[in-house]
């Protein structure tokens, strides 16, 4: 056998582009003229299943698909609310438990102390403008009487925060360090960030029911995608030159993650909290339709009553206290950044 004459075969991604896109209009016209000679411009998509055969041997589909596929979602979850009874009763135990005693400390500081000391944290990460503006807006807060709802909103975002940070961060660590765990997040990430966010809002009353824990857990699956995806690429954009370094060196893999990736991979991680921070306060806003309480109850009873001052009013103080965190978390990360580039 010549070998020399035989011709290796070319994959589609190595064909000029031109060439891709001539294939590929061929496919449509020969799809799009095949499916109008047979069915005809009026092709309605199958929706049916469950094929049923009459008396005169005429086949009939007489179930919607969506209708089967909604069934069977709705009894994997009744399934996973009796299983997990135990479960999901003891972590809504838990996160009552935690957010009374937050809030509760909360309301008992004084409010000038909290004013001042969220003042003088302003002006220690940032400048004088976010001195004034943190002071005014919580001056503000306080006289439109939203001062103990706020405090209620931020005992939901702390715990809400805390867990996605506890979760986010070793989960982009994860899928960093292995590719195939990187391609299984991926498309679940995506889902997560583009799932409409009173869709979140279901599972939360299923599992937990009315009030503040079905809130915290559709506000967790919400705002936890940044902190993982900017963990991940964080960690991913440390020079491979720096991490073999320390290899050569001799530092275990735990070392260099800890003593090398992370500290360098700091303020893009700092940047996925700030963005889980800033969609935690937005969820927790709507979160307050499945009586989560909190800032949003304002904007809710004034949407019920038609009242355009008291919404105007109350999601005033949700943008202040937004800006406020955000300022704050984002001042953190900068003078990282700032301190890194120094050293």
Known sequence: MNQGNT?????LGALRPAYRWGIGL????VVLGGCLLIWGPSMDFPTKVSSVVSSDGVVTLDRSIRDVTKNTINDWVRWMTRSGKWLF?????????VLANIGRVLKWLPWPAVLVGLALLSFAVGRWSLLVFTSLALLFIGFMDFWDTTMDTVALMVVAVVIAIAVGIPLGVTGA???L????????????????SFVYLLPGILFFGLGKPAGIFATLI???PPVIRLTNLGIRQVPAETVEAARAFGSSPWQILTRVQVPMALPTIMAGVNQTTMMALAMVT???????GGLGDHVNRALQKNDAGSGLLAGLAIVFLAIVIDRLTQSVASGRKEAMSAG
């Open 26 to 29: 061929l496919v449509v016209v």
């Open 181 to 196: 765990a990187d391609n299984m997040m991926r498309p679940i990430l995506d889902g997560m960030q583009t799932m409409p």
């Open 286 to 292: 709507i979160a307050s339709l499945v009586a989560a």
């Open 7 to 11: 011709t290796p075969r070319t994959p």
């Open 222 to 224: 919400y705002a936890i």
């Open 177 to 179: 360090r292995s590719s």
């Open 89 to 97: 009763d003891g972590l809504k135990s838990a996160v009552d438990y």
